[in-house]
């Protein structure tokens, strides 16, 4: 079994809380409701993800299934201006970029470099959705023994069109059993490429993050406890947002706060 990678948000107290970053091998649920930086943390990841190993990167291309139509390449454009200055010098000598964060040019090549490294799907429906994540496991066996191997996989929203089409009380076990073969299959592929999984799941005033849903069985059947961590979102004043562990098996509960800024999620 390889050794279990660190994705960093590159947020000192968010680190930290996380036991040093986002992890390979597992899944990383991330609830909480509208507006609250879902989108925001899963672009700010396939950024992440893509820098070198010394400054909390992955040296990692990123997929990201976009069930929403969240995508939005000017966002990852900002924040790789965004990144503080060595991080970018750093970066762009990992890939053979000459220049510096002085140079329009270099940053201009740096910008669609990273663009290029976030393989993006839109899922339609659940079903696509679904074959998206098996698509999604050949384009990481495919990048594997390459320079720039799958280091994470988002899916956002994991649970949007699970939820508007199976409606009703009547629904919601057909919708669980679907929800946790999904989940099965991108926890396999986590292990198999050694790759972080980063799911999103808005949730309403009354938290209920799928692994905790109390209408399900308790932490589900099929995926065990283990390979899967829950961070709750909160909006605070103005920018502001609470990051929450919730329930980690490994790490003590705790909050930090982050702020969403045009740069970016900084501290
Ligand atoms: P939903 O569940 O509705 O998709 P979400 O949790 O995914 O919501 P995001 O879209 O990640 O929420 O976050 C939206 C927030 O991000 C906005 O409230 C806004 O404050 C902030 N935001 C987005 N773009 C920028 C930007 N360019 N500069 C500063 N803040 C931004």
Redesign the pocket.
């Known amino acids: 079994r390889e050794q279990i990678g660190k994705l960093s948000l590159l947020i000192d107290t968010a680190d930290t809380l996380l036991g040093g970053g986002i992890e390979t091998q597992s899944i990383t649920e991330f609830y ?12 700010q990841l396939c950024v992440n993800v893509q820098l070198p190993k010394d400054n909390g990167g992955l040296h990692g291309r990123a997929i990201f299934i976009d069930t ?1 139509d ?1 995508f939005r390449p000017d ?1 990852i454009d ?1 924040m790789v201006r965004g990144l503080p200055d060595e991080v970018i010098q750093a970066t762009m000598i990992d890939r053979g970029i000459d220049g510096d964060v002085d140079d329009a040019a270099a940053l201009n090549e740096l910008v669609d470099h990273v663009l290029n490294h976030i393989h993006v799907a839109k899922g339609f429906n659940s079903a696509h959705q679904i074959l998206l994540s098996e698509k999604a496991r050949e384009l990481a066996g495919k990048y594997a023994d390459t320079e720039w191997p799958v280091q994470v996989i988002c899916v ?2 994991l649970t949007a069109h699970f939820r508007a089409e199976y409606i009703g009380r009547g629904k919601l076990a057909e919708r669980q059993q679907k929800l946790n073969k999904h989940l099965h299959d991108l926890i396999q592929l986590a292990n198999l490429h050694n790759t972080a999984i980063v799911v ?1 799941n ?1 949730v309403s005033s009354n938290p209920d993050s799928f692994f905790g849903d109390p209408t399900q069985p308790i932490g589900g059947h099929i995926l065990g406890h283990s390979s899967t961590v829950r961070i709750y ?1 909160r909006k605070s004043k103005g ?1 502001k947002r609470i990051v929450r562990l919730v329930d980690a098996p490994n790490l003590p509960d705790g909050e930090a706060v982050i702020r ?3 740069p970016g999620l900084k501290s």
Do not use: A, P, Y
Request: glycine share 12%; proline share 0%.
């Open positions: 909480g409701e509208f507006g609250s930086g879902k989108s925001q943390i899963t672009h929403e969240t966002r900002d956002d929203s999103t808005q979102l920018n969403i800024v045009e």
